[in-house]
């Protein structure tokens, strides 16, 4: 076969530039998730192997069936505040049967179409989106500058100096993996003694073994599990999706997101069996990867899951010594590189409407008040939707001419019409000056619902009771369709 027929078909990721950075992105993250998963493993209530099995499965197999190259997804706090009363009420089995029920969720719910739904995401919530992720990020790592040896702050801010400087010397390798090795050679080399990977958890020996959760197959035990499993789904999801969208906009590239949905859905089912407690995308492990190492495939996904078996399995002892604040250096810069600095610079907020800057704010607090970036991103698109609503509430005009001979009115009403600008449209007409003939012109305006086609029977039947009578005309095909079907059906006794 040709050369060049090969080069056609190779992957991206074969060219020796493209292998590098993807195989350093990996490792960065996979040393990176080790005190994360460990972390989410306590939050959750169970062994630390535990969450670092999930984030091996997560993110081996998301790399391969999900739709987003470059994310990773692996064990969240998110995920382990939603199952962990689950755990702690009913035990280890029930928190896996959980996991294995809300991945199957998630693929019904991706087969159905809910990433769709991600096209109602305003922009204002997707910055207070990604603003509060930043910000959650950095509160991680506030409990790690507690309570510690004075050791420990300027090796932070020697890591943090490492990852600014470094990239004007070269960028061959990645800044953070630099600063990593390091400080681990300093600390080691002259005793430090300051809090490490190790003193978060012991690391596993051996790879997960897969089999069945531990729990009684019947109707009572998934009535217990199937809620704890559907807020995980939808939580796994909302986090997934968002985060696949911002990676898109990274990297101006698209993604599917429905496969994202099927491939968590997968994911989960996958963990579960073999133990893990489930997880969905990470955003600052996936910002390590895509925006601070350089990676785009799958290849850099595949690699952090299977490097952080390798590091736990074979270099454990070598990977404890690695101190934490090396890592909350790297992670302190993640934030710093995905906080949006544009959206609260005091030129962007003077230019920017007031409700979409409520709405960022309303999004922002709701996610660091409750940890929870699901309620959050739901919380600013109602606020959003309100919003808009009032807003093209009074966009709705209504205006009258009469005839000369005072024998016939024409109301023109512009605008769009639905349940929030119909709401006063009542009160427009002057059922008891008019004449006898009343004609309203809808030729500028759009029905959207009920709540219009009832409010124009209310003004009909106003003015049939004064012996007057009522035309609708100008009705475009799909106001028209609307008006047709539901006039007359409204009013109560119908």
């Not at 986090?239 to 994911?267: N, P, W, Y």
Request: proline share 6%; hydrophobic share 55%.
């Amino acid at each position: 076969m040709p050369s060049s027929a090969f080069s056609l078909r190779r992957p991206s990721w074969l060219s020796p530039k493209v292998l590098r950075t993807e195989v350093l992105g990996g490792l960065v993250v996979a040393l990176a998730l080790i005190p994360e998963a460990i972390s989410f493993s306590i939050i959750a209530g169970v062994d630390p192997a535990i969450g670092l099995f999930a984030s091996f499965t997560m993110a081996v197999t998301i790399a391969i069936v999900g739709g987003r190259p470059a994310m990773i997804s692996a064990a969240t706090g998110a995920v382990a505040l939603v199952i962990a009363p689950l755990n702690r009420e009913h035990g280890f089995g029930y928190l896996v049967a959980a996991v294995i029920l809300a991945g199957v969720f998630q693929i019904v719910l991706g087969a159905l179409g809910v990433a769709r739904l991600l096209r109602f995401v305003p922009r204002s919530v997707m910055v207070g989106f990604v603003n509060s992720l930043a910000i959650l990020v950095f509160m991680a790592q506030v409990p790690e500058l507690r309570n510690v040896p004075w050791a420990v702050y300027p090796l932070v801010v020697a890591g943090l100096a490492l990852m600014v400087f470094f990239p004007k010397v070269t960028t061959v390798v990645p800044a953070p993996l630099v600063s990593i090795v390091i400080l681990t050679a300093i600390t080691v080399a002259a005793g430090i003694a300051v809090p490490t990977v190790g003193d978060k958890g012991s690391l596993p020996s051996a790879l997960p073994v897969p089999g069945l959760p531990d729990v009684p197959f019947t109707l009572e035990t998934l009535t217990t599990v199937a809620p704890y499993a559907f807020a995980m789904a939808l939580v796994g999801l909302m986090e997934s999706l968002m985060t696949a969208k911002l990676v898109d906009e990274i990297t101006d590239t698209r993604s599917s997101k429905t496969r994202e949905s099927v491939g968590q859905g997968i994911a989960n089912i996958v963990t579960g069996f073999f133990g893990g407690m489930g997880g969905c995308a990470m955003i600052g492990q996936t910002m390590i990867n895509v925006k601070v190492s350089g990676a785009r495939t799958r290849l850099s996904t595949f690699l952090a899951g299977a490097f952080l078996m390798v590091l736990c399995i074979v270099f454990g002892p070598v990977v404890s010594e690695i101190p934490m604040a090396a890592l909350v250096a790297v992670m302190v810069m993640v934030c710093f590189a995905t906080f949006d600095w544009h959206s609260i610079a005091p030129k962007t907020l003077k230019r920017m409407p007031a409700g979409e800057i409520t709405v960022m704010v309303v999004t922002v607090t709701c996610v660091v008040a409750t940890h929870n970036l699901a309620v959050g991103v739901i919380a600013g698109s109602v606020t959003a939707m309100v919003i808009f609503a009032k807003r093209v509430a009074h966009l709705a005009n209504v205006t009258s001419v009469t005839d000369p001979d005072g024998t016939e009115v024409i109301y023109s009403v512009t605008g769009e019409l639905f349940f929030a600008s119909s709401n006063d449209l009542v009160t427009r007409f002057d059922y008891a000056g008019d004449p006898d003939k009343v004609v309203i012109d809808l030729s500028s305006a759009h029905i959207w619902d009920a709540s219009t086609v009832a409010a124009l029977d209310a003004v009909e039947t106003k003015y049939a009771q004064r012996g007057k009578s009522v035309e609708i005309t100008g009705l475009n095909e799909h106001s028209a369709r609307i008006h047709r079907t539901l006039s007359g059906e409204l009013s109560p006794g119908q």
